[in-house]
């Protein structure tokens, strides 16, 4: 029988030995979940089960697994690190009234829960495409500030909360601003809300009010009216610190449009809107979900100078 290095079942014991952890671990054992599904189980916001799940996973217990547009997580297939999963769970009392609820809560179908049932009116399934997007991306680092433009699905609100330290962000309505507060507050995440100083989606105002620059920016063009998106583009761009990520939302229709009597296909175009503010694509994807069709992309700044610095106009 393999014997496993102390500091790494030390490692195990660690991230296993708190009660939230221990709970994820039987539920996970049993099943894939996503942090929307285990956050329903724990009766927990999100952000904090993912800053969880993030621990066992750090510690090679659980792994993250992507389906689609969706990251699900699960028992390591490590050999060692699964049969200490196991031998620990099989101390446990298999009818403790904690793990019968969760694994009921596990069970049962979105919107069933009274508990969940008021945070889950204001969903989409287009706001959980948008998340499962952000949470698709593996980051080499948690960012230390995130900014979000545009309040309209939630659901990417909640994402960008969970990754970093701090988050802000700008509503262009009261209304959404309010419902962004009270959002984050019965979920349990922390976000400054600002409201925009105009209805063009980010401007030098909004910048100054927002007092500082984004290890990430997320930029959903689909809830900002009447913005041109280069220029929000741009002034994302200008938000974000040097070896930041930018992640942008555009409806498809948006970006068919013609430049100098030549046709540019939306992707192409997209990439080289990117191009001119000095940032480098990482990752593409369309999205379709609620009647919506949706090009996601998360982009870096560009290791040469960017093209077009000298205007912040729309095309």
């Known amino acids: 029988m393999a014997t496993t290095d102390s500091s790494k079942v030390l490692g195990w014991l660690k991230a296993a030995g708190e009660a939230s952890r221990l709970r994820l671990l039987a539920l996970c054992a049993r099943q894939d979940l996503s942090v929307s599904d285990l956050a329903q189980a724990l009766g927990q916001s999100e952000p904090r089960v993912s800053r969880h799940l993030r621990i066992l996973c750090e510690a090679g217990l659980l792994e993250r697994l992507r389906q689609g547009q969706w990251v699900h997580y699960r028992l390591t297939e490590g050999a060692a690190a ?53 949470e698709a991306v593996d980051l080499r680092e948690q960012p230390g500030s995130a900014l979000v433009v545009g309040v309209e699905h939630l659901e990417l609100l909640e994402s960008a909360a969970s990754l970093a330290n701090e988050c802000t962000a700008i509503a262009h309505s009261r209304r959404a601003a309010q419902s962004a507060r009270a959002f984050a507050e019965r979920r349990g995440f922390g976000c400054r809300v600002l409201l925009a100083a105009s209805s063009e989606g980010l401007c030098e105002k909004d910048l100054v009010a927002a007092g500082q620059s984004f290890d990430a920016v997320f930029l959903d063009h689909l809830a900002v009216p009447d913005s041109g998106f280069p220029g929000m583009l741009a002034y994302g761009r200008r938000a974000l610190v040097p070896g930041g990520r930018l992640w942008l939302f555009e409806r498809y229709e948006s970006l068919e449009l013609s430049r100098e009597k030549v046709v540019e296909h939306p992707i192409g175009r997209l990439r080289r809107l990117l191009g001119d503010v000095g940032l480098t694509c990482e990752r593409l994807s369309p999205i379709e979900a609620d009647g919506e069709h949706v090009l996601a992309a998360v982009a870096m700044p560009a290791t040469v100078a960017p093209r077009g610095t000298g205007t912040m106009s729309a095309a």
């Open 82 to 134: 699964a049969g200490f999963v196991q031998g620990l769970l099989a101390q446990l009392n298999r009818s403790d009234p904690v793990f019968t609820r969760d694994r009921d809560r596990a069970a049962a179908r979105p919107g069933t829960d009274p508990e969940t049932v008021g945070a889950r009116t204001l969903e989409s399934r287009l706001g959980r495409a948008l998340r499962g997007f952000v």
